[in-house]
């Protein structure tokens, strides 16, 4: 039954601008025990694994048959045997008032696939058909280490998935990588980056290719080479700003397919091709003749520890919204309060305009329904996931010189 509070107001897509968002009045809360978040649907197959061994079906065995003495005995006790009592009539179950299918956390997908999310979609699909492998640490969620305190394994890094022609499509990761090629690529930070690299190695008179000397590996070539970075929907003022924005401005945006399946992640920049030979007075210089941009993402559910932003102390669970089979909504104050409690009160399942049928009951989601679906079913991966490399090309070599 309702909870007996005042309807909320929500956010809605629109139909014909799945981009925009408008608000909507009458959003009832409904009573958490009846209407739940399931995680009872059987986890996907593990990807990356060996079909399971065939197995052929033992042969039946042949019943032996009875002789005709055996046949008549069993025939004559069945004829002397008592007729047994007529069993009660059973009650007759209540009909329940309202009743709709069970939403299941693996249902989100296939909605986001609906609302022209299909990036998101395939993404999540690989989460849940991973290996269990989980940041359990702030460091872990930023650096990809797992709950063991290993880098996440090669299964769990994504080097093909996403495209940076398709991330840069949206206004928001454009501003930002505009910004990082035009003034972060030359400021001091990078600058002192570069040094910091180079000082680990041996200066050279042969122009060399950091790509080649990290083997083509993606996740070598970013450790060993990055030196400069920007981040997108980084951290909670961001998505913060982002729900401002939507609900000040009238048919604001909230949430686009490059969040639901990034969420916060980096543009980075990392060394192309170089020189890198000593100088007299014990000096070393670094030439950069190019460099490569790409995006680099750890996919995963962690919660960061407690922080004090913008009034709140943050210290619940990420917010995801209210989903059902046909997409989501955007509850304000579950949105809120998920960051700013661990307790699941304001997590309230709700019935747009009180309507109780499975296209109008929306149910919250957060980081902690999908670390429990972990726990539960020994299952679900969290990713490193890399873009391709788009090449800059410099006028002019980028130079640092710096004691050896």
């Known amino acids: 039954m309702e909870n007996g509070n005042e309807p909320l107001p929500y956010y809605m897509q629109g139909l014909l601008l799945p981009w925009s968002w408008k608000k909507k009045e009458s959003c009832i809360p409904l009573d958490v025990e009846e209407f739940a978040l399931s995680s009872e649907k059987s986890a996907p197959p593990l990807r990356d694994q060996p079909p399971p061994p065939f197995r052929p079906k033992p042969a039946a065995t042949k019943r032996e048959g009875k002789n005709l003495i055996e046949s008549f005995i069993d025939f004559r006790e069945w004829l002397n045997a008592p007729s047994p009592p007529k069993p009660e009539p059973a009650p007759r179950p209540e009909t329940p008032r309202r009743k709709v299918k069970p939403f299941d956390l693996q249902d989100i997908p296939p909605a986001m696939e609906r609302i022209g999310w299909p990036m998101s979609a395939k993404v999540m699909r690989k989460w849940f058909s991973g ?88 996740h070598r070539y970013h450790r060993g080479f990055q030196f400069q970075l920007t981040r997108v929907d980084s951290d909670f003022p961001d998505k913060f700003s982002m729900f401002v924005r939507g609900t000040a401005i009238k048919n604001g945006l909230f949430m686009d397919d490059l969040y639901g399946s990034l969420g916060a992640f980096t543009l980075n920049i990392a060394v192309g091709e170089h ?15 190019n460099a490569t941009v790409y995006m680099r993402d750890v996919f995963t559910f962690h919660d960061r520890d407690s922080t004090y932003l913008h009034g709140l102390i943050r210290s619940g669970s990420q917010y995801l919204g209210h989903w059902n089979k046909t997409g989501f909504i955007i509850v304000p104050g579950a949105a809120l309060a998920g960051e700013a409690t661990a307790w699941d009160w304001p997590m309230f399942p709700v019935a747009r305009d009180g309507m109780i049928t499975e296209r109008n009951v929306y149910y919250p989601v957060r980081n902690k329904d999908y670390r429990d679906w972990q726990l539960k079913h020994k299952q679900g991966g969290d990713l490193v996931l890399y873009s391709d490399r788009k090449w800059l090309g410099f006028g002019a070599p980028l130079v640092v010189e710096f004691d050896l």
């Open 131 to 218: 290996e269990l492998n989980y940041a359990a640490t702030d460091d872990g969620a930023r650096r990809g280490i797992n709950q063991d305190g290993n880098p996440f394994p090669d299964a769990m890094i994504d080097t093909t998935m996403f495209k940076l022609d398709w991330i840069l499509k949206y206004p928001r990761a454009k501003e930002k990588y505009d910004e990082l090629v035009s003034v972060g690529l030359y400021s001091q930070a990078a600058k002192d980056a570069i040094i910091r690299i180079f000082k680990r190695s041996k200066p050279s008179p042969h122009y060399r290719d950091a790509w080649r000397l990290s083997g083509g590996d993606m």
């Open 275 to 289: 020189y890198f030979y000593p100088r007299n007075g014990g000096r070393g210089r670094v030439e950069i003749h």
